[in-house]
């Protein structure tokens, strides 16, 4: 084997040119794939990024006045929505996963020694997140406990929490709201793209402390799950949602103001379709590149191989066996696409992560204006791996068919050959 | 030593071409035989089918008393390796291998070891008196080194015989004296040689030439 080696060392050192050429076709393959698919993704997270919000498929419904009149019940009737409703609507309607009531109260201020902070207060149940664009960073949610005991505990949005607390730890610390004090559990951050985002507290309360007249929620939301069919098929969701409120708000499922509706679902169609195409871009790319690479290595591998039909005539003239010249061409083969492999996609690496550093990471706090095309470019090691090894394999399948084919050529027609 | 009985070959490439015409050939060990014939007369394709890089269509031809015919490319590397040594008209040496590396070349494909085999070839390279030039590529050397590397190479197996196809034929004539007269040491080491030749002179100075025309022996007379 040492000998293998050092026989080969010797044949790719004094043919530097051709040693080059093809171990540049393999490392350019790598890198050039890698760079590309890298830049391919950084476009789909920062395209991610700003869909936010409006990459789930949620609906929203809020309480109006009835503008039809309705089983002999009279016109501007004020519709209230209660605890019941959600529970009904998800045994009737299977396309709902989750729904979640919200109580929004509106000019209230938070405040935290000399701070305050202009924002709404939600009062949210526990599928509250999964209705909205929302994580928790620091601290915890709103849980069953908060929503059984009535608890005065808020979560804050990641900017607020940066105005009121200026790097101190917001956990445990106490903030006031309109004269009654809650105390910081959970830090949140969303999309980023509210001027005056919510502070998170629990339904219960809130409907203790500020709807005291019990006037129902403000607002319904759900989360719809398979639903990915046409127009048709949402739009027939859309008026079945209507007429079982109808049927138990008691209004005419076609008056258009006794429950004001919003689906996200063509939001959502729409950034699913641009998702799937940038998918789909990066494949073409990814496999474009990977097809241009075994081209490029396989003609590498045919023209060497062509050049060297007169070596290896003298070679089997002097007693090479036809596979240890197989073995010469493949084992070099291997050597090459491996080595230069490696250096393609160590560089292809390096210029990701370059990339990665000079991408502007979004700015916390600049809300509307932060808008990003290009996000945490990255690529996945598996597939840069699966790439090199099919690139490598395409090298030994390019060099073994001519190779095969020049160890059956009879040693004097090898010799002839020039 | 080398027994040929009734050798046929015909090329064939677009109309068939019978080159030997059922050639009986005997030649013994520590002859040094040179085979003359005009061009097409089949003397090249002769030296091939006894070096075994080209076969023949019908016939026995016996090396060492071993039968050589349909043989695998496998059995036929191996035979070419450990009985037969070439010497081309052009060389072929490998152009990117010192003088020393090509020498050595036949032993690698035996199995021996870089050092023993390097040991043996400078052995080689010195009794063709060019040590010096061991660590030359052949691009440095000039045409008489190429062929006492060629030489050197066809000996370091010790086979049964070389075969020297127009070893001067690239030379010029006070080269080729010297390359003959190597030729015939190495002859009188007891080594059998069959070489191929147009040029008279060259074959005055073997033991025996051996004309062929139209693809039989012509004649063979002794010099």
């Known amino acids: ?418 | 030593m080398i027994k040929l009985d009734n050798i046929n070959k015909s090329y064939v490439n677009g109309t068939s071409l019978h080159v030997l015409k059922g050639l009986n050939l005997r030649i013994e060990k520590g002859e040094f035989v040179a085979i003359m014939g005009a061009s097409g007369s089949g003397k090249s394709t002769l030296l091939n089918i006894l070096g075994i890089l080209d076969t023949y269509d019908t016939g026995t031809y016996y090396l060492n008393d071993i039968l050589i015919k349909d043989l695998s490319e496998k059995v036929a590397a191996e035979y070419r390796n450990r009985l037969i040594g070439f010497v081309f008209q052009s060389f072929n040496l490998i152009s990117f291998k010192t003088a020393v590396e090509n020498v050595a070349l036949p032993l690698y494909y035996q199995g021996v070891g870089r050092k023993k085999r390097n040991e043996i070839a400078m052995e080689y390279l010195d009794k063709m008196g060019i040590a010096d030039w061991a660590d030359h590529l052949p691009s440095e050397m000039s045409g008489g080194q190429k062929q006492r590397v060629a030489i050197a190479r066809s000996l370091v197996t010790s086979p049964q015989v070389i075969l020297a196809d127009e070893p001067t034929g690239a030379l010029d004539s006070t080269t080729s004296i010297e390359v003959m007269e190597i030729l015939k040491s190495v002859n009188r080491e007891g080594m059998t040689i069959v070489m191929v030749t147009h040029d008279p002179d060259m074959a005055a100075m073997a033991q025996k030439i051996i004309r062929i025309k139209d693809g039989i022996i012509g004649s063979i007379e002794k010099v």
Not at chain 1, 119 to 126: E, H, M, R, S, T
Not at chain 1, 243 to 265: E, L, R
Not at chain 1, 284 to 296: D, P, Q, S
């Open chain 1, 1 to 418: 084997m040492f000998d293998l080696l050092n026989e080969i060392a010797s044949s790719l050192k004094k043919n530097k040119l051709r040693t080059f050429l093809t171990g540049f076709s393999m490392a350019w393959g790598i890198f050039i794939l890698i760079v590309l698919l890298g830049a391919g993704n950084g476009l789909r997270n920062g395209i991610q990024y700003n869909y936010g919000s409006s990459n789930m498929n949620v609906s929203q419904m809020w309480p109006g006045r009835t503008s039809i009149a309705y089983q002999g019940l009279q016109v501007g009737r004020r519709i209230k929505f209660d605890a019941t409703d959600g529970p009904y609507l998800q045994k009737e309607l299977p396309n709902i996963g989750a729904y979640s009531a919200k109580n929004t109260i509106y000019g209230a201020n938070i405040v935290y020694g000399n701070e305050y902070v202009a924002a709404p207060i939600q009062g949210c149940d526990l599928n509250y997140t999964k209705i909205t664009y929302m994580h928790i960073i620091k601290g915890r949610n709103i849980n069953q406990m908060d929503m059984d005991q009535t608890r005065k505990v808020i979560v804050l949005h990641k900017r607020t929490v940066d105005i009121l607390f200026k790097g101190e730890d917001p956990l445990g610390k106490y903030v006031v709201v309109n004269k009654v004090s809650y105390q910081v559990v959970g830090v949140y951050m969303d999309d980023d793209m509210a001027q005056r985002p919510f502070a998170l507290i629990p339904l219960s309360t809130a409907d203790k402390i500020y709807n005291p007249a019990k006037r129902g929620y403000n607002e319904l939301g759900f989360y719809i799950e398979d639903l990915k069919g046409n127009m048709d098929d949402i739009n027939e969701f859309d008026l079945s949602l209507k007429s079982k409120m109808g049927h138990k708000k008691q209004f005419d499922p076609k008056d258009n103001s006794a429950v004001y509706y919003y689906n996200t679902w063509k939001d959502y169609n729409q950034a699913q379709g641009i998702f799937g195409g940038i998918t789909l871009f990066i494949w073409i790319i990814g496999v474009g590149t990977l097809i241009a690479g075994i081209v490029g290595i396989s003609n590498i591998m045919l023209i060497t191989v062509k050049e060297r039909t007169k070596e290896f005539g003298i070679r089997k003239s002097i007693g090479a066996r036809p596979s240890s010249i197989i073995k010469l061409i493949l084992t070099e083969c291997l050597m090459i696409t491996a080595c230069f492999g490696y250096v393609g996609m160590f560089l292809g690496m390096g210029v990701v992560e370059v990339m990665n550093m000079m991408t502007a990471k979004p700015t916390v706090g600049a809300s509307q204006d932060s808008m990003v095309t290009f996000l945490n470019p990255s690529v996945d090691l598996g597939i840069v791996i699966s790439a090199t090894i099919v690139l490598i394999v395409a090298g030994l399948v390019a060099g073994y068919i001519p190779a095969k084919k020049a160890v059956k050529i009879k040693p004097i027609e090898a010799l002839r050959y020039e």
